[in-house]
């Protein structure tokens, strides 16, 4: 039940682009092809922005896209905007329970 | 519209108990597994039990095993969590959220405080 593992933070100029990682195992993101992507405003609750590694439910921007290559998993936002900035999770599915990564502050520039 | 409400937090001394309530609406209750997912003032995010739609499978992360219940009730549309032998390291954001796989949507969560 290990968190996985993202990078503090990221951070990039309106209209550029970011790219976070999320580092599992085997028992959990290399696993399974249900990664799932979180953002989080301050004071407010969690939004799922990717699931199942690429998919976007409705209403998300096409500028948000998800990927994973064995045990990392990896969110890119392009064309960045204010809005976007954010707390960001990913989390992953690992049999009996899900496991979240350890959060990436977002910043734009 | 899809909406879960959570109801129950609050200040509670350590070594007490409180019962977090989940008030689902606007989908099929029943058809859905359910979670309670926590977070730390500060902290990230903590997934500390999962109940299926029927209520046949269970999981608690080990932070909270042997001292927390969750349960639901699908004729009242309703989610629950009993917190027993509470500690200051419970205290946090408690949010009644959807899915297995995935989770959403997500309750606006409610506050519980373990102080003296």
């Known amino acids: 039940q290990s968190a996985l593992t993202q990078p503090p933070s990221a951070s990039g100029s309106p209209g550029q682009s970011v790219t976070i990682s999320c580092t599992g195992t085997s028992s959990d993101v290399g696993g399974y092809n249900y990664v799932s992507w979180y953002q989080q405003h301050p004071g407010k609750a969690p939004k799922l922005m990717i699931h199942?590694?690429?998919k976007r439910p409705s209403g998300v921007p096409d500028r948000f896209s998800g990927s994973k290559s064995g045990n990392t998993a990896s969110l890119t936002v392009s064309g960045l905007q204010a809005e976007d900035e954010a707390d960001y999770y990913c989390?992953?599915?690992?049999?009996?329970?899900?496991?979240f990564g350890t959060g990436t502050k977002v910043t734009v520039l | 519209e899809v909406q879960l409400v959570e109801s129950g937090g609050g200040l509670v001394q350590p070594g007490g108990s409180l019962r977090l309530s989940c008030a689902a609406s606007g989908f099929t209750f029943s058809s859905y597994d359910m979670n309670w997912v926590r977070q730390a003032p500060g902290k990230g995010l903590e997934c500390i039990s999962y109940?299926?739609?029927?209520?046949?499978?269970?999981y608690y992360a080990d932070s909270v095993k042997g001292r927390f219940t969750i349960s639901r009730d699908n004729a009242k549309n309703s989610l629950y969590l009993q917190m027993n032998s509470l500690r200051a390291e419970d205290t946090a954001v408690y949010y009644c959220?959807?899915?297995?796989?995935?989770?959403?949507?997500w309750g606006q969560g409610t506050l519980v405080t373990v102080s003296s």
């Open positions: 989390s992953s599915y690992a049999g009996s329970y899900k496991v």
């Open positions: 959220a959807r899915g297995q796989t995935s989770v959403d949507p």
């Open positions: 109940i299926s739609y029927s209520g046949s499978t269970i």
């Open positions: 199942e590694v690429s």
